[in-house]
């Protein structure tokens, strides 16, 4: 199993996962506060195994969703490790209900990751409709970005906060450009949002790179989803399982930049080579810029 994560680090070391098993409590010592995360798309797939994962490890889990019937199931499902946020991305509204979701029960949060996502069905350009590649922006930026507004003020009060933006290799300008895909069916919606969300990532570690947070935009593999590729060799379990480790072991490891890690028999190994002009390391085919 071979596929390419890239991300965008920050600095700091990553503190590791917390599994002790205490009553969330707001503003405990900061010594013991209990580790909390925001995923958006938790309803199903990769985000529904995202927070399948960090409740077992003892985290406490905001979740954002769009249908009511959803919500219910999730909260019966994770029980009290687990706040259901009802947002629709696309909505200006979605801030305010994520912002008043936090603030009623925290006053941090150490992990934003920026999850929810939609394919799309225009694979040639005699067929693609811009009514759903604004709505692929809407959801794949737009969203990113209103969710990163309102938990903005409360990573700036985590010890070590971490933003990830789910992106794709499908995003890569130089990989579509190169004819990598050219066997896969994929919608021009897809890949001209996922490109626009790495550059929307790199915009915000620029922004951030001084404040402690660290940002990442990470291909998290392929994965067998409704939005999955045909090549797509990996179940949602086994991809969210390998993200919460990569993210424990590798994700503050004090580098900056831009690089892009490689994964091997759920092993991540990185490149020493780097192209020094541009911070883009290497792990196993020459990447430029426009490859972010």
């Not at 990830?164 to 890949?191: A, C, E």
């Not at 989803?225 to 503050?252: H, I, N």
């Amino acid at each position: 199993m071979n596929y390419a994560i890239e991300n965008i680090a920050g600095s700091a070391a990553y503190g590791g996962m917390f599994t002790f098993d205490l009553k969330f409590i707001k503003n405990q010592s900061i010594d013991m506060k209990v580790p909390i995360v925001l995923i958006t798309g938790v309803s199903r797939g990769f985000g529904l195994e995202l927070t399948r994962e960090y409740c077992r490890l003892g985290w406490r889990v905001f979740g954002v969703f769009r249908s009511k019937a959803d919500g219910a199931q999730l909260a019966s499902k994770f029980g009290k490790a687990f706040v259901p946020i009802l947002a629709d991305l696309c909505d200006d509204s979605a801030v305010r209900k994520i912002r008043l979701s936090l603030e009623e029960e925290t006053d941090y949060l150490s992990l934003l990751i920026n999850n929810a996502g939609i394919g799309g069905s225009g694979h040639f350009i005699g067929e693609t409709s811009v009514n759903e590649i604004k709505e692929l922006f809407d959801v794949h930026c737009c969203g990113a970005i209103q969710c990163l507004q309102a938990a903005l003020p409360f990573l700036k009060n985590a010890e070590q906060p971490t933003v990830v933006n789910m992106s794709s290799r499908v995003g890569s300008i130089h990989k579509v450009s190169s004819g990598d895909f050219d066997h896969i069916p994929l919608s021009y919606g897809i890949r001209m949002a996922k490109a626009a969300q790495n550059m929307l990532s790199a915009s915000i570690y620029r922004e951030l790179r001084g404040t402690g947070v660290a940002v990442f935009a990470i291909h998290p593999g392929k994965i067998r989803t409704q939005m999955g590729s045909p090549d797509a060799d990996m179940t949602a379990k086994q991809a969210a399982e390998t993200f919460v480790r990569w993210l424990q072991k590798s994700g503050r490891n004090g580098t900056s930049g831009i690089f892009k890690l490689a994964l091997k028999s759920c092993h991540f190994k990185r490149s020493q080579r780097a192209v020094a002009t541009t911070g883009v390391f290497s792990s196993s085919l020459t990447v430029d810029c426009a490859d972010i």
